[in-house]
């Protein structure tokens, strides 16, 4: 039998643990034996077992085995993935067929015969270690849903135009891609199409907000961990980073990422391996990155707050995404879209812009982009009471938020105007505000702090 797992052996009586012990000892990782069943519950949360040998009666001349069906329930209840395996002096089918029904895996007497017991033990850490691995491959199909969906991106603007053209020229490889743009601009989307016209087509897609982690989490998260490593790590769970081995990892908010996390990051994409909390030994990765920022990333590098050796790793194709500001008439096409699609969610009776509603749509600046717009035309579409929206159903007012977007280069006063709309819009409801803006509530409270110093 090789040498796996932790196994955990519970009886009353001393000399059966003793020679378990000495029997289990030199084919197992760990063994660690109690007579008393009331620290099941400290053990799985410490030593973490793989496989719990369980008697099935705790008093002498006991032989119903209720105890033991008391404590397989514990165990399921603290651990449904551990596998438990009776043993006891009083076995007859009915308890066998019975323990199988609770949750044990297999039905040991006393005494029994070492090869057998050997087996049994073989069979059960296999199983456990079968748990693990559909564990992994649940949180790996997870993360490939909804990815054979094609975006649906409008644009008839020269400047979409170009971006997809040059989305059509990178479909057969695999370099990293580094998106650029305003919130709202649709990043996420970009990213999405470039997955779907790549060659790792229908792996999987694994998206990443960096600006809603918390620097505590970012190693859990991103690189996962192994059972025992923190206190509520009860299992192995892999990270964001290895679920998306073989596939895509888009990296959006990359412009928050931390200088510590900068570092780490690096060191993964530079050895194409990660090691998970607890372990010491790194598992391979290979990954096709996409990252986006809203932030002006080389602003960063040149003030010291980006790594420009990260940047160098993760640009190698740079694509800028328009503001709708400077996409002409696709803010009429985008309108109209919206519309037909709120429509028919609320079941209006809905049919057209008129041509002051579209003269007012392209006449204002849109600071929140795509989003902002399609906020706008959920609220049309609710309020209107005709079969056409026209100019007074939307409530749009150029504010200096709204002629900075026009007249001022400086992103970060743009980012702060443009928070400050948010905030206005949503009447000061942060989860409101973070949804327009396209961000986590938690990166939302990051970038109202920034401004406030």
Same mark, same amino acid.
């Given at each position: 039998?090789?040498?796996?797992?932790?196994?955990?052996?519970?009886?009353?009586?001393?000399?059966?643990?003793?020679?378990?012990?000495?029997?289990?000892?030199? +084919?197992?990782?760990?063994?660690?034996?109690?007579?008393?069943?009331?620290?099941?519950? +400290?053990?799985?949360?410490?030593?973490?077992? !793989?496989?719990?040998?369980? !008697?099935?009666?705790?008093?002498?001349?006991? #032989?119903?085995?209720?105890?033991?069906?008391?404590?397989?329930?514990?165990?399921?209840?603290?651990?449904?993935? %551990?596998?438990?395996?009776?043993? %006891?002096?009083?076995?007859?089918?009915?308890?066998?067929? *019975?323990?199988?029904?609770?949750?044990?895996?297999?039905?040991?007497?006393?005494?029994?015969?070492? $090869?057998?017991?050997?087996?049994?033990? #073989?069979?059960?850490?296999?199983?456990?270690?079968?748990?693990?691995?559909?564990?992994?491959?649940?949180?790996?199909?997870?993360?490939?849903?909804?990815? +054979?969906?094609?975006?649906?991106?409008?644009?008839?603007?020269?400047?979409?135009?170009?971006?997809?053209?040059?989305?059509?020229? @990178?479909?057969?490889?695999?370099?990293?891609?580094?998106?650029?743009?305003?919130?709202?601009?649709?990043?996420?989307?970009?990213? +999405?199409?470039?997955?779907?016209?790549?060659?790792?087509?229908?792996?999987?897609?694994?998206?990443?907000?960096?600006?809603?982690?918390?620097?505590?989490?970012?190693?859990?998260?991103?690189?996962?961990?192994?059972?025992?490593?923190?206190?509520?790590?009860?299992?192995?769970?892999?990270?964001?980073? $290895?679920?998306?081995?073989?596939?895509?990892?888009? @990296?959006?908010?990359?412009?928050?990422?931390?200088?510590?996390?900068? #570092?780490?990051?690096?060191?993964?994409?530079?050895?194409?391996?990660?090691?998970?909390?607890?372990?010491?030994?790194?598992?391979?990765?290979?990954?096709?990155?996409?990252?986006? %920022?809203?932030?002006?990333?080389?602003?960063?590098?040149?003030?010291?707050?980006? *790594?420009?050796?990260?940047?160098?790793?993760?640009?190698?194709? $740079?694509?800028?995404?328009?503001?709708?500001?400077?996409?002409?008439?696709?803010i009429v096409l985008l309108a109209n879209h919206f519309m037909q699609h709120y429509a028919r969610k609320y079941k209006k009776d809905i049919r057209n812009l008129s041509a002051s509603a579209c003269r007012k749509l392209k006449e204002y600046s849109w600071p929140g982009n795509v989003r902002e717009l399609q906020h706008a035309m959920e609220r049309a579409v609710i309020l209107c009471q005709g079969y056409m929206?026209?100019?007074?159903?939307?409530? @749009?007012?150029?504010?200096?938020?709204? *002629?900075?977007?026009?007249?001022?280069?400086?992103?970060?006063?743009?980012?702060?105007? %443009?928070?400050?709309?948010?905030?206005?819009?949503?009447?000061?409801?942060?989860?409101?505000?973070? !949804?327009?803006?396209?961000?986590?509530?938690?990166? @939302?409270? *990051?970038?109202? #702090?920034?401004?406030?110093?």
């Amino acid at each position: 039998m090789q040498k796996q797992g932790n196994i955990l052996i519970v009886d009353d009586n001393e000399d059966i643990l003793f020679a378990l012990n000495l029997l289990l000892q030199p +084919h197992v990782e760990k063994v660690k034996v109690t007579t008393q069943p009331e620290r099941i519950e +400290h053990f799985i949360s410490t030593f973490h077992p !793989d496989v719990i040998l369980l !008697d099935m009666n705790f008093n002498r001349d006991a #032989s119903s085995g209720q105890e033991g069906f008391f404590w397989l329930d514990k165990i399921k209840k603290a651990d449904p993935d %551990t596998v438990v395996i009776f043993i %006891t002096a009083y076995a007859d089918t009915d308890k066998a067929v *019975r323990a199988i029904k609770a949750g044990a895996t297999d039905f040991i007497s006393k005494p029994w015969e070492k $090869e057998k017991l050997l087996a049994t033990v #073989s069979a059960a850490l296999e199983l456990r270690k079968s748990k693990n691995e559909i564990s992994s491959l649940k949180q790996q199909v997870a993360a490939l849903e909804s990815n +054979h969906i094609l975006p649906e991106i409008i644009g008839e603007s020269t400047a979409m135009q170009e971006l997809f053209g040059t989305i059509e020229k @990178l479909k057969d490889t695999d370099a990293n891609i580094f998106i650029l743009g305003e919130n709202g601009t649709g990043k996420d989307l970009i990213a +999405h199409l470039l997955y779907a016209n790549s060659p790792r087509a229908g792996k999987s897609f694994v998206h990443i907000d960096l600006g809603s982690i918390p620097e505590q989490l970012f190693e859990s998260e991103l690189f996962g961990y192994t059972k025992g490593a923190f206190t509520d790590a009860k299992k192995e769970k892999q990270g964001r980073i $290895e679920m998306a081995s073989g596939g895509t990892l888009f @990296l959006d908010e990359i412009g928050n990422l931390l200088p510590a996390m900068q #570092s780490k990051l690096l060191t993964v994409i530079e050895k194409k391996q990660i090691i998970r909390l607890g372990a010491t030994t790194p598992i391979p990765i290979n990954v096709r990155l996409i990252c986006a %920022t809203n932030a002006n990333i080389h602003d960063m590098v040149a003030k010291g707050d980006f *790594r420009q050796d990260l940047l160098y790793r993760i640009n190698t194709i $740079e694509l800028h995404i328009p503001p709708l500001r400077e996409r002409g008439n696709d803010i009429v096409l985008l309108a109209n879209h919206f519309m037909q699609h709120y429509a028919r969610k609320y079941k209006k009776d809905i049919r057209n812009l008129s041509a002051s509603a579209c003269r007012k749509l392209k006449e204002y600046s849109w600071p929140g982009n795509v989003r902002e717009l399609q906020h706008a035309m959920e609220r049309a579409v609710i309020l209107c009471q005709g079969y056409m929206l026209n100019a007074d159903d939307f409530m @749009l007012k150029q504010t200096s938020v709204g *002629r900075l977007a026009d007249e001022c280069l400086n992103l970060e006063e743009v980012e702060k105007n %443009t928070i400050e709309r948010a905030l206005v819009l949503s009447n000061g409801n942060m989860n409101q505000a973070a !949804d327009l803006l396209g961000i986590s509530r938690f990166a @939302l409270y *990051r970038k109202i #702090s920034k401004y406030e110093k």
